[in-house]
């Protein structure tokens, strides 16, 4: 599958993020209210992602010209990697598809029931992060084995020593989701989207800091104890901020933990039902996103060997970083506010609400994301260029990393839409479809990355793979599009499609105008920081404006909507 997402919140699926406040709106209210529900949840936690994304941007691209994009880089992003792989495996699936609608379900039951529920959850959940914080540190070794591909040498040695240190961060990162899931039940949003802030921050201080004392370009043969001990404690340091952050509203919120164990019967059994679907979901995600990763950087070494540049992990992970990023912004958002509603509706059995609560949800996520993919695809080069040609990354380094965000462009709209359907899946308690849809899309998944692996260019494996991320990803799409559309009595299709519709024609001037910037300018000035700022602000500016335009004058409801929910909030206008 994709890499796990470790700029803001932890990764896939991320730690049910969101922003304080009213969730999700109430019961019923028809769909224009649904809508409007979801519209005033998410952009309220809209503002708290956009707040970590951008913080996480700044993160990776201090990491990026700190690190470079090549062994050294390899070494760090892929043991950084380890200690969201091993939480997902064994715990973060089961927070998403689980825990919010047991609790949720719980509470509905007996308010005093679902509070000492929660502590019966919570304990479970402390002692089974340090059980696995210890184990996870002792199999550092096994774990580049398995996702470091042709490491060797000094890179290797490195690599596994900071997937030891870096497994401290398994505890820190459960702890921190399941506060965030237990918030999300109450409709307090607002400290999951925020925290993660805190912990970008210190990962800034920590690259600047890294900048300061390093010398020269620093590889795994060179570098010193010192800069190690630096980057171990600060990337571990942040982690531990963002956990610490949360308590203040957890204690607001009026969540009191009291360690108990005192399970009733039938409780683990039911936990347990449910779990076991979605840790197989998991397990297969991974089983992909272990295939990927290690071809990944199997064509990194390949690349360094051939004379080819940084053409491994590291790029493959960068752009995977941008990819996600209006994803984050608001399908996040959304499907935050959108599950505690949807599992309300889907225990009292109200599925034409679930389906009318998807529809919302997707045709508001669309409205920013078909833009988002559309200027992805065209001002590639301007974005990776901006963001990540400074320090030990070259101009040509980024032209990489856009190669491959083009390809992961593609996916953006099915990807968004696979992840909700997923949600729907959860709120009525369903694990096990999932978990076949899963085997189909981690099939396809590795099959094109093997196949990019084996019939591309060295220099275009990890393009192939990004490829190959986006036809599995549809092919998810489809897959859970057909199931649910039985089990809903349908999926309001003829609207979600009259929205896209819409949408597409209001696409094409923003990505005309787009690109005759982006030839314009780049005629002009040529390839470099100063014109690809340029482009990128003249293009994103001028081609958003034109698509707002023809999408008012296309009547998307979603589109004016939010314009007036933003000019309401300007000053002098209420």
Not at 69 to 83: I, K, Q
Not at 316 to 333: C, D, E, H, M, R
């Amino acid at each position: 599958m994709g890499t796990p997402d470790v700029t803001a919140e932890p990764g896939p699926p991320p730690p049910p993020p969101g922003g304080e406040g009213e969730g999700g709106g109430g019961e019923g209210g028809g769909r224009r209210g649904g809508a409007s529900g979801l519209l005033r949840s998410g952009a309220i936690m809209a503002v708290g992602t956009l707040a970590s994304r951008l913080t996480g941007f700044l993160r990776t691209a201090m990491l990026v010209a700190a690190l470079g994009t090549g062994a050294l880089a390899d070494a760090y992003n892929t043991a950084n990697t380890v200690p969201f792989i091993v939480y997902d495996l064994l715990l973060g699936g089961i927070l998403t598809a689980v825990v919010v609608p047991l609790i949720v379900r719980a509470r509905e039951r007996d308010e005093v029931y679902g509070a000492r529920y929660e502590q019966r959850l919570f304990t479970l959940a402390v002692l089974g992060l340090a059980l696995m914080t210890t184990v996870a540190v002792l199999l550092g070794p096994v774990f580049i084995s398995i996702y470091g591909g042709s490491m060797e040498g000094a890179q290797r040695d490195l690599a596994v020593l900071f997937a030891r240190l870096f497994a401290v961060q398994i505890f820190f990162l459960g702890v921190s989701a399941f506060s965030g899931a237990i918030l999300n039940t109450r409709k307090r949003f607002a400290a999951p989207m925020w925290a993660p802030v805190l912990n970008n921050i210190v990962i800034c201080c920590t690259a600047g800091a890294f900048l300061l004392v390093a010398t020269g370009r620093v590889s795994p043969e060179s570098i010193t104890d010192g800069q190690v001990a630096l980057l171990a404690g600060g990337t571990i340091g942040g982690m531990a901020l963002q956990t610490l952050a949360l308590w203040p509203s957890l204690r607001g919120s009026g969540f009191r933990w009291r360690p108990r164990l005192d399970f009733k019967k039938g409780e683990l059994g039911q936990i347990g039902k449910m779990a076991v679907w979605t840790l197989a979901y998991v397990v297969i995600t991974q089983i992909g996103f272990a295939v990927t990763t290690r071809l990944a950087n199997s064509a990194g070494v390949l690349g360094r060997e051939q004379g080819l540049g940084d053409v491994g992990y590291t790029p493959y992970f960068n752009a995977y970083q941008l990819f996600q990023l209006p994803y984050a912004i608001i399908g996040v958002s959304v499907i935050t506010a959108l599950l505690p509603r949807m599992s309300e509706h889907a225990a009292a059995g109200r599925m034409a609400e679930v389906r009318d609560d998807f529809s919302s949800g997707l045709r508001l996520c669309s409205v920013v994301i078909l833009p988002a993919a559309g200027l992805m695809g065209v001002l590639a080069s301007e974005i990776t260029v901006v963001l990540f040609a400074h320090g030990q990354t070259s101009v040509a380094n980024a032209q990489v990393i856009a190669e491959v965000l083009r390809m992961f462009a593609i996916a953006l709209v099915p990807f968004a839409a696979y992840q909700l359907m997923l949600r729907v899946f959860y709120s009525m308690q369903d694990t096990r479809t999932p978990t076949f849809i899963g085997i189909g899309v981690v099939i396809t998944n590795i099959t094109m990355a093997l196949t990019a692996y084996a019939v591309l260019p060295t220099n275009k494996i990890i393009v192939g793979i990004a490829g190959g991320f986006a036809i599995a990803q549809t092919a998810g799409a489809v897959l859970g599009w057909a199931i649910l559309r039985r089990r809903l009595g349908g999926m309001d299709g003829r609207r979600i499609f009259v929205s896209y519709l819409k949408l597409a024609v209001a696409l094409w001037p923003l990505i005309g105008f787009a690109y005759a910037t982006h030839a314009v300018v780049d005629a002009a000035l040529g390839a470099g920081l100063a014109s690809g700022l340029i482009a990128l602000v003249a293009g994103s500016v001028g081609g958003g404006l034109l698509y707002l335009v023809f999408a008012r004058m296309m009547r998307v409801e979603e589109v004016g909507s939010m314009l007036s929910m933003v000019t309401r909030r300007l000053p002098g206008r209420g």
